[in-house]
Each structure stands twice: as structure tokens, then as C-alpha cells.
């Protein structure tokens, strides 16, 4: 079968991935420690905090290591390159433990006889580490991976690959992993569950991968890993399992993609990648922080209780561009759930307006980076006068993670595409659940009312796919309306909210004028814009506020403007005055911000195209703002 950028199934297997480390590894007749360093440059687009490399030398397993990139663990190994020809390589994307020197990949066991490399989170890491204490592990890191180098040495009986077996079936979560025995240095092992994992099959040589860019330059013949399966991988052949040991016959998958495509999944852009990873990042950001009966939010991060809550009679949320835009939704769910006042201010205004903060307020910083200095700046301007803050980003160990007094990480992985899509929506999720959160705690909503915004929470990833099925429509307004020099954006409560981050996302990558009204402000002054042939993207979800954003629509329409309607599924007045309208899934109103700004983002992605923009990298725009 051949594999290409637009097989949308392949596309999405290869996807498939809960944190974007990255994984190479290589047995054949060459150095292994080249090839290693060659591929993980190839994953370094999907961002990482730390590197390592291990090889196989004989008497012993070359292990080296370092936090920060490619170039430092280059320098480290400069005059010292191992010789072996079998290795394994990891970049970093911190999840467990902060970004350092011991935290990064490979890990070992006690002895350095077995080493593995991880992708993905160990759930049940805790308890299987104070087991293995107990038992006299010594461990040196503070990673959930380092407890499956020392599981095997502890199962470890003389079948490498039977071990390998049994610590996967002790081991609950996510990974993919290869692993190296001192005992065995004719075999790498590999598996996947959740994470992807890809062999690459060459004559007299084979590699393991977590993603095509890091082999392409080698093979271009490879096997897809399923769930359950283990690779038992050596220099001449190599043999699939599934997770009772039987041997799985496996087709070999041609990739076509070239190397730049391949970096993108498949994709013409990153934007366009991360946008479609969406329902994943949603995901992977609520899993494990709702209840296993649905009926309550758990934020182990933080230990709040009505003392601490009642103690605070002020919530700054405080961000920058598509943040700030999250944290008016936030603020949205806070007041409204959990009924506490907020206030949402940009961090370059709140940093020199001598805000009205004390050791009663609690200030919520967002950032995706974690290293916006306005941002880090307001943090720390709150912490001098007292507050109490708590950070929500998406970067382990950056600078407004180890800022604040506590954090909750979004997870949705590396963003690079300068404007951001997936961040968003994840910063939306923490946001709700946060309000949830504090809602359970003051009491300001009923045990059933909490069920059903959870049960409604749990489908929204699914709705979000579904939402992004269809993007036919949307190619067809941009392409229209791609070259206007001005489109409106109007929406009341949430929607204009999500009116905000529409218009954003058009002005930043389309370069079309573009501005959000709340539908009532029209009357007063941008009404006068509003002439034949002029284009406005009216949301009009929020049901306690339909009729009044139908009349300010039909308003609009009257001045002959071109309105696309975004309503939710089952809205059938909207359609009888409009011209187009896109339908997304119905939810909780409280939620659909999450399904209404993905059309926005692909109208802007598509109106980009159009016009010939560079989408992933706007003029005169950085993705992490590290200047005032
Ligand atoms: C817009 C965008 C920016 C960022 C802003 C804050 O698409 O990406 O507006 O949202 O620069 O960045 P972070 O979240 O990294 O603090």
C-alpha cells in the first residue's frame, strides 16, 4: 500500500500522538550515534526541551544526555562520538519532571544493562515506583519512564523479550518505547500503544522512528505499528508481535511523502496540522482530570478548598493576544459557574495600570509558550503585591510555569504555526474545568448540573472532528470572499468572545482587515460600515441572547452586507435570512466556543491561502514574543 499525504486514515495514525517527543533508533553495519543525531534533527520541528542518545559499545551501553537542544548534546559528544551500531535517541517534551539533565531520555535500571526511551505518560508510574523502591531501586530522575528500565531489571529472567512483555502488561497509560538489553545487543525492541511508531525497513539495516521525517533520508519501506503490537527489531529482519507474543504478518506501507511534507503529517502547513489535531489535544488536556464516575473535575495540581476560595474576593485573568481570548471565555465560566467575580486584562496593560491587586486576589496568567514577557512580567508584578497566581500553559518548565505559585499544563502539545488554533482550545477546556472546579467547591451548582456539563465536556472532542469533516463550504466562502479588504465579525456573550479570536486569526495570517463587534454595539457607530457586498460572520449560538443577535443579523442583512451565519445543529430560523450558514454540532451553550471558532480558524487558514500568504509564518510575527 502506498502511503500519501492525502490517505486521510494514514494521515491520522501517524498523528496519533499524545506528546510529541521524539524517537529514532538503528541497528545495522553503521556508526548508530550519526544516524541517531541526523533523525532526531529531522523530529526537531515538533519542539522538545532535552536530548539524549544511547549506543550499544560493547562492554557497555555509551549513554549521553543533556537538557536543551540538539546543539548542546552535539557539543557534549564532539571528540567522544561512540562507534557502536545500535542505538536509540529520544528528544524531550517534559510532561513528568522538569526539563533537565537527569530527566532527559534514554533511562536506565540500576546497572545500565537495560535502557529505554518513552513517549507518552506512565499513569500508574507512582505506585510501581515506591514498589520498586521498596525493593531497593535506586532511582535518578523524575520521570514516570525511568520505573520501566528498572521493571525490567527486575523481571528480567534471560528473554529480553519476554520481560519486555511483562512490564507492559504492568504498565497502564500511554507509550511508545524502544528499548535496549546490555545482555542483547543484537536487538532493539519497540512498542506502541497510543503513540506512533513506525520501523523503517532497509537492507542490512533497520530503524525505529516515531515519526516518518526521522528515517526518510534512509527508507522509505516501513511498517505502522498498531496498538498492542511489539517490534522485536535486528539488523536483518524483524518481527511483529502482538501482545499475547504471537507473530503478526504486517504489509509494508511505501511512503510517497517527500521529507518537508512529511514534517507536517501530511499537510500543506503546520496551521493546517495543528488545527486537525484539535480533537486529540482536547483530549489528552481533559483526560485524567474528570472523574472516573463523570460526576466531578479533579485537578490534582491544585488543593483548593472553600477556605482558599472564600479567601479570594478577586481573579485577574491576565494574557496576550489569542490567550486573552481564552481568558474571556474564562471569565465567562468562572462568573457563571462558579459565580466569582473576574476580571480579564492584556498582560502589556495590567503591567503598568497599577492594578488593584493584594494577597486577596488571584491572578490566572495564560500562556500558550509560557514565555511571553508581558505576560511573565504581570506575573511577577501580581506575586510582589501579594496575590496569589496560578499559570496555564502549555511549555513544562518555562519560565511562567516555574513563575507561579501553581500551574495546570493545557496538553496539546508543541504549536508551531505562529497563529495559534490548538492552544486555544485547549486553554478553553482548562478554563471550563477550572469554573467547574471552583463550582464543586463553593457549591454554586448542583451535583446534577455538574454531570450533565461533564457528560457534554466528554463528547466534545468528537464533535470537534466532526466538525472539521466538512470543509468543503468553507474552502468555497474563503475563496469567495478571500480578497475583501474588510470583514465584520458580530456575536453576543460567548460568541463574541470567539468573534474576537475569528478576527484575529483572519488579520494575522490573511492580512484582511477584520473586526469583532458584540452584535449590540453595532447601533453605535460601526453600523455606518456596513454597505452592499461588505462580508460578516455573525455567530449566533448563545440561545439566552438568539433573538436579539437575530435582529442585530437581520439589521446587517438590511444593509445588503454578504452574512455567513454559525449556528449549532437544529437551528432552522437562521437559514430563512441568510445567505450561507455553517452548522456545527449542538452542546451546552457554555461549550460550543469550542466547536464555533474551528470553522473561523479554517475561513482564515483557507482566505490565507487564497491570498498567497505565508500561513505558517505571518509577516512580522513570532510565535513566542520574548520582547516587550
Ligand atoms: C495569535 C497568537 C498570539 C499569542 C500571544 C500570546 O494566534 O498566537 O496572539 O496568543 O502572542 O502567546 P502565549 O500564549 O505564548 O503567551
Redesign the pocket.
Known sequence: MTLHPSDALERKKILEEKFMCGIVGYIGEKKAAPILLDGLTKLEYRGYDSAGIAVDCGENIFIEKTVGRLDALKDKLKNRLPEGTVGIGHTRWATHGRPSDSNAHPHTDCHGNFVVVHNGIIENYLPIKEDLIAKGHKFSSETDTEVIAHLLEEIYRGDFVEAVREVLNKIEGSYSLAFMAKAHPDILICAKQDNPLIIGLGRGENFIASDIPAIINHTRQTYILNDGEIAVVKKNSVQILNRQGKSVDKKIFHVTWNAEAAEKGGYEHFMLKEINEQPKAVRDTMSKRIAKDGGAIILDELNWDKNFLDGIDKIYIV??????HAGLVGKFYIEKLARKLVEVDLASEYRYRDPIVDEKTLVIV???????SD?LAALKESKRLGAKTLAITNVVGSSIAREAHQVIHTWAGPEIA????K??TTQLILMFMLALYMAQICETLSDERIRELICRLKKIPAQISETLSDVEPIKTFARQYGFNEDVFYIGRALDYDVALEGA??LK?ISYIHAEAYASGELKHGTLALIVEGVPVIALATQKSVYEKTLSNIKEVKARDAIVIGIAAAGDTELEKYLDHVIFVPETDELLIPLLTVVPLQLLAYYAAITRGCDVDKPRNLA???TVE
Open positions: 494574557a496576550c493576544g489569542t490567550a486573552y495564560v500562556s500558550q509558550s509560557g514565555e511571553t505576560t505562529v497563529a495559534s488554533t492552544a486555544y484575529l486569526k494575522e510565535k513566542s514574543v
